[in-house]
């Protein structure tokens, strides 16, 4: 280690060693960005105005309690005002959930591979990370997850559909996962991707949350909504433990800009979830022509799918990135491809159809037979 990367102050040893969080490579010129999980979609005009009024009082601190958006979350979601929170991403809200719930000697309990911050969120707190791995098709081991459980466990974190390998969780597994696991254990149910999931075995976390008092969904506006620029999300469950977030929070983090352009996007929902399932539509496409190429595909409920390249990934990704494509990279596991453009699809097909001719046989990615 070079002077330049040795603290001349003293830091906790274990956040010096936790790889700051890092974006996808920006598209080439004239490429497609595939590595983000963006909508490919631009911001529809209307919401774009509601914006842009709120640039005139930039002077001003925002409203960051949010009291009309969480209202219109409430009527939406049929709870109380109390038991809606709003985040900048969904991101921050995981932070503040577990920050409010694990500390030094705690443990937090989530599938791995799964999101690629809860390491460092988990990290951040002084807590343990219980990282139990996928079952072979990508999906969480729910068993082996509560099997995991024990007297340090103060959080478990459930992503469906699971980033980056697309798998859902379905209701009927959820409930008996909720079953085993101890009533005061909080659970994340991280449903980022909510909205892109066609699969209706698929559980649905709010109806749930009146039969789990230690239950808390979150959701963002990132994704579906097309508002990954303004970082908004928001957390629904009972109230103290809400409360229990928001005095964790960083106040003010909640922007009127992201704040007035998530109620516009309410707004202009049925005009925004036509565009959902068109990327929806699209994400099923790919994956089945990926299928037919030969891959290995986990059943895809987000709006990208996973390759698993292992080995290969570090190869596979500069091929995506030579073509004009920048797909995320997780070496030695593999590579999960946003679903961008239509114009991206072909020329995406194009190269994987190379990759997973080149890979051995036998390898994980690729389908038997």
């Not at 003293?10 to 590595?35: C, H, M, N, T, W």
């Not at 705690?106 to 390491?119: G, H």
């Not at 679903?339 to 991206?344: D, I």
Request: a negative charge; aromatic letters at 6%; proline letters at 7%.
């Amino acid at each position: 280690m070079s002077s330049d990367d040795t603290p001349g102050v003293r830091l906790r040893p274990e956040i010096v060693a936790v790889p700051p969080y890092k974006q996808g490579r920006p598209a080439p010129v004239d490429g497609f960005k595939l590595s983000s999980n963006e909508n490919p979609f631009t911001p529809l005009p209307s919401v774009v105005d509601a914006v842009a009024a709120t640039l005139r009082q930039l002077n001003r601190y925002p409203d960051a309690g949010g009291g009309d958006l969480r209202q219109r979350l409430a009527e939406r979601h049929g709870v109380g005002v109390g038991q809606v929170h709003l985040g900048s991403g969904s991101v921050a809200l995981l932070s503040q959930f577990i920050s409010a719930a694990a500390g030094v000697g705690d443990e937090v309990v989530y599938s791995w591979r799964s999101f690629e911050a809860y390491p460092g969120l988990v990290t951040v707190t002084g807590a343990t990370s219980v990282q139990v791995p996928n079952l072979p098709d990508g999906s969480h081991d729910l068993e082996a997850m509560a099997a995991a459980v024990t007297d340090r466990t103060r959080v478990v974190i459930v992503c469906t559909p699971n980033n980056p390998t697309g798998t859902i969780v379905t209701a009927a597994d959820f409930e008996v996962f909720m079953a085993r696991v101890p009533s005061d254990l909080l659970v994340l149910l991280d449903e980022a991707y909510f909205e892109f999931v066609t699969d209706d075995a698929a559980v649905d976390g709010i109806p749930l949350l009146s039969r789990y008092p230690n239950l808390v969904v979150l959701r963002t506006f990132s994704k579906a909504y097309g508002l990954a620029g303004l970082r908004i999300g928001y957390a629904i469950g009972p109230q103290a433990v809400l409360d229990a977030a928001r005095s964790a929070a960083i106040p003010l983090s909640v922007t009127d800009a992201s704040r007035v352009a998530a109620l516009a996007s309410i707004d202009a929902e049925d005009e925004l979830l036509e565009r959902v399932a068109r990327v929806a539509m699209r994400r099923d496409r790919l994956r089945d022509a990926l299928l037919a190429q030969g891959w290995a595909v986990p059943e895809a409920q987000g709006n990208f799918v996973w390759l698993a390249t292992g080995a290969e990934t570090v190869q596979a990704n500069d091929a995506f990135f030579d073509a004009g494509l920048t797909v995320r990279a997780f070496p030695p596991e593999g590579i999960r491809i946003s679903v961008g453009e239509e114009e991206s699809v072909d020329k995406l097909l194009r190269v994987s159809g190379d990759i997973v001719q080149n890979l051995p046989n036998g390898h994980p990615a690729k389908r038997l037979g």
